[in-house]
């Protein structure tokens, strides 16, 4: 028989998040989470096909343990990492420089460059690393594959990739825009051409993807000309935790009239910023609530949400002259019909329009919530980075092993 399966796993810090794919029908055999690695209380969530989740809390000191807990769940369900049925491990990476521009199968060239990309990521890069190498000692037979959130980015122009800054400055720190969530962008502007029933070379696309992290991506003809993170997520949208965008002498401004250090000025952006800065929450379900009673700082804090939206909409919309559809995905795109509803507001002029009643309908599926004669279709699609990120593995994969 030969291999159809494909493990994701998704390294942070201090998770592991994983799933188990079956390439012929695209089925989830086992999906699952280690949170909390390194401290007494670890956590274990394994979820296998159509069965109860597990759960259990342990102490669990590194990767290496979490990975080795990950194969015993797993073997439980029969679907143990020395199965002949694992045809690779797909390993999602943050950062990929301007190296990566696509899928790699994962040697020590690989792992040496994804080490030296860590100054441009050093949240990530460092996790993602120690992930591929607990599981290629596992398995140092079985083909392992890196897939960048970069990656898809990488097309885009200098002009906008490029900060306008003293060139040799920027050159020698690798200072540009890189973007993230390529995976997500990748799936969505492809899902979303299919929707409309065209190849993804033949349409214009913005996609949006407002999860607790947000980003926007331009997308002409399948390939991405403008996103909006930058160096690191923390540029443009207004995100859960995140600044986005901001005159970057707020920094200065901080540091010598706040006192503030860098480390404290970098912690307010990427974590007490955003949605929980402006209002102390940072889900959306729970800042509607608060609108819906009544409560001013969270109506603030989504007017400003939406604002930055609507500018990018506005921005990406220019960038490419001619937008065939919006896409909203991730756990607000998908899920919040008020957001929705609320960024492309007073956009008809554009073609921009959403139906009220399409826009209300809850749904894992991919569809139109713009009138039928809408000239720019407005669609919510949701996204699938593990799907994607093994779909990629496998393509690579099975054409090494044919
Ligand atoms: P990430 O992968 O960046 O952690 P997700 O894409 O899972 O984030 O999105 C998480 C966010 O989605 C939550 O913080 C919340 O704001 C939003 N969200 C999830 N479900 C809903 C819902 N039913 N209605 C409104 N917002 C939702």
């Known amino acids: 028989m030969s291999a159809t399966r494909v493990l994701v796993l998704n390294s942070g810090s201090s998770s592991v998040k994983y799933q188990l794919l079956d390439m012929r029908d695209s089925s989830r055999l086992a999906t699952g989470l280690v949170e909390r690695i390194g401290e007494r209380s670890s956590r274990l969530r394994h979820t296998p096909l159509g069965g109860p989740s597990r759960e259990r809390t342990e102490p669990i000191a590194d990767h290496e343990a979490a990975l080795k807990t990950v194969a015993a769940e797993l073997a439980k369900d029969g679907l143990g990492l020395d199965s002949p049925e694992l045809a690779a491990i797909g390993h999602r990476v943050v950062h990929g420089g301007r190296t990566f521009t696509e899928p790699t199968v994962i040697d020590e060239r690989v792992l040496a460059e994804i080490e030296r990309l860590i100054p441009v990521a050093p949240l990530h890069n460092p996790a993602n690393l120690t992930g591929i190498r607990t599981a290629r000692a596992l398995r140092p037979d079985l083909p392992q594959v890196a897939v960048f959130d970069t990656a898809f980015h990488t097309t885009m122009p200098e002009s906008a990739a490029r900060y306008a800054i003293d060139v040799a400055t920027a050159d020698a720190h690798r200072v540009r825009r890189y973007g993230f969530h390529g995976t997500s962008h990748a799936y969505v502007s492809r899902a979303t051409a299919k929707l409309l029933g065209r ?7 913005i996609v949006l993807h407002l999860g607790n992290g947000a980003s926007a ?44 250090s860098i480390d404290e000025i970098d912690t307010l952006l990427n974590k007490k910023s955003g949605l929980v800065g402006l209002c102390g929450d940072n ?120």
């Not at 190849?199 to 696309?205: K, T």
């Not at 995100?239 to 920094?251: F, L, N, Q, Y």
């Not at 559809?325 to 795109?333: D, E, K, L, S």
């Not at 569809?367 to 699938?384: H, Q």
């Open 217 to 260: 991506s331009a997308v002409r003809g399948g390939r991405c000309v403008d996103t909006s993170m930058g160096l690191t997520p923390l540029e443009g949208l207004v995100m859960g935790t995140r600044s986005g965008d901001m005159d970057p002498a707020v920094i200065f401004h901080l540091a010598r009239v706040g006192k503030m």
């Open 199 to 205: 190849a993804p070379e033949d349409v214009n696309v």
């Open 283 to 402: 889900d959306m379900r729970e800042i509607r609530r608060r609108i819906d009673e009544g409560d001013e700082r969270a109506a603030l804090a989504f007017d400003i949400y939406i604002h930055r939206l609507k500018k990018y909409i506005g921005a990406y919309y220019a960038v490419l002259g001619t937008v065939d559809a919006i896409a909203f995905t991730a756990g607000v795109g998908e899920n919040a019909a008020p957001v929705r509803a609320a960024a492309v507001a007073g956009l008809e002029t554009l073609g921009l329009a959403v139906d009220g009643e399409l826009n209300a309908v809850r749904s894992d599926e991919p569809r139109l919530i713009s009138p039928a004669d809408a000239r720019v279709k407005v669609a919510v699609v949701p996204t699938d980075e593990e799907l994607e990120i093994a779909t990629q593995t496998y393509a690579l994969v099975g054409e090494e092993s044919d």
